[in-house]
């Protein structure tokens, strides 16, 4: 009968432990990329005793360098600002900047409260006359809108725009991709309209749908409709280009394969296409997405559609010692929503694909 070392036993069981806690941490690794947050796993590796100056260098590289570059932004931003004079007086630092959006923030509670009073005495309102025997009353809310809904507005213009857009250039791609007949078609009219500025577009989606919708009584108001049309024009075309480079760059065996089993169309497209485009359709998404974001907010500087275009050119034009302030506070809120669009699409994308495409 053999007797096992109970060292040796404990040191299996640290080993199987410690074996389990880095496949953990190399599971979550893809999530953190997807986040934007991948200094967290060298972190964890090195906490977990996986070669600490290995890790070391990757947290410097990952977290460190960016966060010293940032600081030396905020540093130069911050010294050189108060160098250059405009008719509003001189460049905001970082401070004045953060001071305005504390600021905004504050207005928006106060709005929101303001909002919640007036539907409180419109609901007493209607309680009452309802005692009454009469009809309650409908009283819409006519305050000026918050920064915080300026924001949600952009974004629920640039998904539903990028929504139709996607459902234009997903099937015109795929159709593109299989039938050079239809590419042949199609390639004309991306290669005029592809380079167009949103700009050029807006007046012609304003007048197009001015003419169609003569009031705003409808489900969504008209300029809810242009803005969104507009990013739509704009966004579809990298979806289009990728798609149907995805599909035109499927294996010729599988293709063939499809031929052998006697595939219909859609079943075709369904089982073979598109899971083997993805990775490119989803790089088109994300392109789109991120054009669609950038087309908005000059769509609604340049047409005073409710969102943050029309709260940039509202202070611009205001002209107050803190318009430029809130402007830059717009301009910060635009990169950081633009990134969080790009890390959602990047997210649906690790879902759906096995590319490691960042």
């Not at 989606?205 to 919708?213: E, G, K, R, Y």
Request: charged share 15%; proline share 5%; aromatic share 8%.
């Amino acid at each position: 009968m053999t007797t096992v070392d109970p060292n040796f036993a404990q040191a299996a069981d640290r080993e199987a432990r410690r074996a389990r806690l880095f496949t953990r941490i190399n599971a979550a690794d893809k999530w953190f990329q997807v986040l934007g947050l991948s200094w967290v796993t060298p972190i964890l590796r090195a906490m977990a005793g996986d070669n600490p100056r290995a890790q070391l260098k990757d947290i410097w590289r990952l977290l460190l360098v960016p966060l010293l570059a940032i600081v030396v932004f905020l540093v130069l931003w911050g010294a050189l600002a108060p160098r250059v004079q405009t008719s509003l007086g001189a460049v905001p630092g970082p401070a004045q900047v953060w001071e305005q959006a504390v600021i905004l923030h504050e207005d928006a509670q106060d709005k929101a409260a303001s909002r919640a009073r007036f539907q409180d005495q419109v609901d007493t309102l209607n309680a009452r006359r309802v005692a009454n025997g009469q009809e309650p009353v409908e009283r819409a809310y006519t305050g000026a809108p918050s920064y915080y809904q300026q924001i949600w507005t952009s974004i629920q213009t640039v998904f539903f725009g990028f929504l139709i857009a996607t459902v234009v250039a997903v099937p015109l791609g795929i159709a593109a991709g299989l039938s050079p007949t239809a590419n042949a078609a199609l390639n004309p009219l991306i290669q005029i309209f592809k380079p167009v500025s949103p700009l050029a577009w807006l007046p012609i989606v304003t007048m197009i749908v001015s003419a169609l919708a003569a009031s705003n009584d409808g489900l969504l108001a008209k300029s809810f409709i242009i803005s969104a049309i507009t990013v739509t024009l704009c966004s579809l075309w990298p979806t289009l280009i990728n798609t149907a480079l995805g599909v035109a760059s499927i294996d010729r065996d599988l293709v063939n394969v499809s031929k052998v089993l006697k595939m219909n169309t859609w079943t075709k497209i369904t089982k073979l296409v598109l899971p083997s485009a993805l990775p490119l359709i989803f790089t088109g998404l994300r392109l789109s997405l991120g054009v669609g974001w950038m087309v908005l907010i000059a769509a609604e500087m340049l047409a005073q559609n409710p969102g943050l275009g029309k709260f940039v050119w509202d202070e611009f034009q205001n002209g107050s010692s803190s318009s430029l302030a809130r402007i830059m506070v717009a301009v910060l809120t635009i990169g950081i929503i633009g990134f969080l669009l790009d890390r959602v699409m990047y997210a649906l994308q690790s879902l759906f694909t096995f590319t490691n495409n960042r």
